[in-house]
């Protein structure tokens, strides 16, 4: 199992991305950039290359409608030869809320888009000529309005013919054609005791169309890590969940347009799904806050006397996970995560 971390929405991208390099003579592995709306993640990515020498460093996530297929593969390729062929691409379809509502972009054929940029990223990097129609033409035709357009290759060699495309999935028929095609899967709130029941068939359906070639899927999950003895901090330290908990389950999609509200749904958390829903949309997000289960942060979470943080980890392990994810919560966190390292 490796170990990763995630770089969320720092008001200090620099600071930020400082911290996380120091960790890298620590012992990890890999670390996470996320977008959504707020700073780009190649950007980062790009500052990440030069600041660190053997981490993997991973977009969690780039969406599939606001940059094209080409433009992924070149931004994928680009962090391929800055980092010396250490970039992991996580793609993902996002949600209505951030395509409609930031990038002002039609939220339709998720899935197709999904599966047919993978495609492309990977026809691209093996330096192929493109000439693609689906949902994407390459070149446009002349009936929809192109006139000069042929088909091309990239200027430019990537350093890898395949750079590992994770893709981030919840729904069923998404994490079925996540288990097909891709490198790796990127699920969010990731409770690894219901990972089975909520996961276990899609993941086998796509694992039997799968390419045997690729190699056996990878699954990136975690959370907040924390060493601590007294009962009361480890539930402090979970808490730091809520509001990210309730954000999504509450305000991440419209009612019955949203996937994690759904998948806490799956996890058993129905009542308290539309509760956290209902405040969080109403603008009472302290409310929404204090309305995530307690549980719900517990599992997802790895925080509390050492035993208990090594069970966590076997549980993860045990549900699929080969790469550890986690925010390290304390006062020495490179010293946690070389504790840590040194029991994966």
Same mark, same amino acid.
């Given at each position: %199992?490796?170990?990763?971390?995630?770089?969320?929405?720092?008001?200090?991208?620099?600071?930020?991305?400082?911290?996380?390099?120091?960790?890298?003579?620590?012992?990890?592995?890999?670390?996470?950039?996320?977008?959504?709306? *707020?700073?780009?993640?190649?950007?980062? %990515?790009?500052?990440?290359?030069?600041?660190?020498?053997?981490?993997?460093?991973?977009?969690?996530?780039?969406?599939?409608?606001?940059?094209?297929?080409?433009?992924?593969?070149?931004?994928?390729? #680009?962090?391929?030869?800055?980092?010396?062929? +250490?970039?992991?691409?996580?793609?993902?379809?996002? /949600?209505?809320?951030?395509?409609?509502?930031?990038? #002002?972009?039609?939220?339709?054929?998720?899935? /197709?888009?999904? +599966?047919?940029?993978?495609?492309?990223?990977?026809?691209?990097?093996? +330096?192929?000529?493109?000439?693609?129609?689906?949902?994407?033409? %390459?070149?446009?035709?002349?009936?929809?309005?192109?006139?000069?357009?042929?088909?091309?290759?990239?200027?430019?060699?990537?350093?890898?013919?395949?750079?590992?495309?994770?893709?981030?999935?919840?729904?069923?028929?998404?994490?079925?054609?996540?288990?097909?095609?891709?490198? *790796?899967?990127?699920?969010?709130?990731?409770?690894?005791?219901?990972?089975?029941?909520?996961?276990?068939?899609?993941?086998?359906?796509?694992?039997?169309?799968?390419?045997?070639?690729?190699?056996?899927?990878?699954?990136?999950?975690?959370?907040?890590?924390? %060493?601590?003895?007294?009962?009361?901090d480890a539930v402090r330290v979970r808490d730091l969940l809520r509001p990210l908990i309730a954000l999504y389950v509450g305000g991440m999609g419209a009612p019955g347009k949203n996937f994690y509200n759904d998948l806490a749904c799956a996890y058993g958390y129905e009542a308290e799904a539309k509760r956290i829903q209902e405040l969080y949309l109403a603008g009472k997000k302290k409310e929404a806050e204090a309305a995530v289960p307690a549980e719900f942060c517990e599992l997802i979470s790895?925080? /509390?006397?050492? #035993?208990?943080?090594?069970?966590?980890?076997?549980?993860?392990?045990?549900?699929?996970?080969?790469?550890?994810?986690?925010?390290?919560?304390?006062?020495?966190?490179?010293?946690?995560?070389?504790?840590?390292?040194?029991?994966?």
């Amino acid at each position: %199992m490796e170990l990763a971390t995630s770089l969320q929405y720092a008001d200090d991208p620099r600071q930020a991305a400082d911290q996380v390099a120091a960790l890298e003579s620590a012992g990890l592995d890999a670390v996470w950039v996320a977008e959504a709306y *707020g700073f780009d993640s190649p950007t980062i %990515m790009g500052y990440l290359a030069a600041r660190t020498a053997r981490m993997k460093i991973g977009a969690a996530i780039l969406n599939v409608y606001s940059r094209t297929p080409a433009l992924i593969a070149q931004t994928g390729a #680009g962090l391929d030869a800055v980092s010396g062929g +250490r970039a992991l691409l996580g793609l993902g379809a996002s /949600g209505p809320q951030v395509v409609e509502g930031w990038h #002002g972009k039609p939220y339709d054929k998720p899935l /197709g888009r999904t +599966r047919e940029t993978v495609e492309l990223c990977r026809r691209i990097w093996r +330096r192929e000529v493109i000439d693609h129609h689906g949902i994407t033409d %390459m070149p446009l035709p002349e009936e929809k309005g192109g006139r000069l357009g042929k088909p091309l290759k990239i200027l430019t060699k990537p350093v890898r013919e395949e750079i590992p495309l994770y893709i981030a999935a919840l729904g069923p028929a998404n994490v079925r054609m996540t288990a097909e095609i891709a490198d *790796g899967w990127l699920p969010h709130l990731f409770l690894p005791e219901k990972a089975k029941e909520v996961w276990g068939k899609p993941l086998a359906e796509g694992a039997a169309r799968r390419d045997p070639r690729r190699g056996p899927l990878r699954t990136v999950a975690g959370s907040v890590i924390a %060493m601590v003895d007294d009962p009361d901090d480890a539930v402090r330290v979970r808490d730091l969940l809520r509001p990210l908990i309730a954000l999504y389950v509450g305000g991440m999609g419209a009612p019955g347009k949203n996937f994690y509200n759904d998948l806490a749904c799956a996890y058993g958390y129905e009542a308290e799904a539309k509760r956290i829903q209902e405040l969080y949309l109403a603008g009472k997000k302290k409310e929404a806050e204090a309305a995530v289960p307690a549980e719900f942060c517990e599992l997802i979470s790895l925080c /509390g006397p050492e #035993g208990y943080v090594r069970d966590r980890i076997e549980a993860f392990r045990e549900a699929g996970v080969t790469q550890l994810n986690v925010v390290p919560v304390g006062p020495d966190p490179a010293k946690l995560i070389e504790t840590v390292k040194g029991w994966l």
